[in-house]
């Protein structure tokens, strides 16, 4: 009889862990080496944290776009009663690399768009200056962007995915 929990789902879940949390550090660095982050964060203005939420925000909702994925990949090879761990590590592997890759044309896409938006000024500057309508007009369009992003990312990602084989 087999159990109602199966530990091996939890591969999938502490995958999702680990390629979000690698998403937030790396984020967060790059947030801090532009200095939109600083810290003490008590120390920021305002508008420097609507615009790095939004960014935050963008990159965790672009890196749900593998859940799915994830999981119709551990169910088929689990299914099909191949190797479970090497085939599910090296399909997480191509889902996040995609993700990934797709995450920064995400950011470099919003800040080509907030460039034009502003004329080529320096925007990050008016944004530590504490602009607060520019700064939430920034992160209505990144968080925008985001939308596109997730959607196309889980398109891209379908074609990457094995799929159920009924016979």
Known sequence: MKSILQFEILLPILLLIIQTL?????????????????????????????????????????????VAGLFQTFKTFQNAGSDILFNTLKNFGQLTLITFLLEIAF???????????????????????????????????????????????????EYTIPQYIIL
């Open 107 to 157: 950011g470099l896409t919003s800040f080509l768009i907030i460039k034009l938006l502003f004329g080529f000024k320096n925007t990050l500057g008016e944004v530590k200056e504490g602009n607060m309508p520019a700064s939430i007009l920034m992160s209505i369009i990144i968080l925008g962007f985001s939308l596109i992003f997730q959607t196309a990312t889980k398109e891209i990602l």
């Open 22 to 66: 690698v998403h937030l550090f790396i984020c967060l660095f790059v947030l801090k080496r532009i200095r939109l982050l600083k810290t003490p964060y008590a120390g920021m203005e305002y508008s420097q944290v609507i615009v790095a939420t939004s960014i935050l925000a963008g990159v965790f909702f672009i890196s749900t776009a593998d």
